[in-house]
């Protein structure tokens, strides 16, 4: 009897640690994860702004910049970041699109759209409109971090 009660008690326990094992997931399922986290990463950024961006990084993250530079780490890319967005007025929101998710499920990417404005200037002047694609690394505790990020800018329309 003591027996089956620590079974039961294994098995409760076991259910109630807060879901699937990622191993078990679908690709489509990985998929949907890794679009997950882009999305909390969006929401994340625009709480917390550049610490919310930053702590989406694995430590061997970097970005992609415009001019050529490529800020790795933690303290570069915050550092870029605070110049780039240290200013509260400047808005950045995105939304993944499409995510893929290597066979072994360590690696992923997302592709999606970004809106960049600048609240309380004109608008029309202020607006850019792009395209980025993020790599990301499952972490052993479940979660992805980004291992890079690289944005495009659409061209202004006339």
Known sequence: MRLLALFALGACTASSSGGTPYDTLTTEERRESVMEADRAFSDDFARRRVEGWVSWFDTAGMQVVADGRTPRGHN???????????????????RPIEAQ???DGTLAYTIGTY?????????AASHATGH???TWRHQPDGSWKVLADIGTQHPKKR
């Open 115 to 123: 809106d960049f404005y600048i609240r309380g200037a004109d608008s």
């Open 76 to 94: 570069e890319i915050r550092e870029h970041m605070m110049a780039a967005f240290g200013d509260t007025t400047r808005m950045l929101v995105w």
């Open 132 to 134: 980025y694609l993020t």
């Open 101 to 103: 998710v290597s066979d």
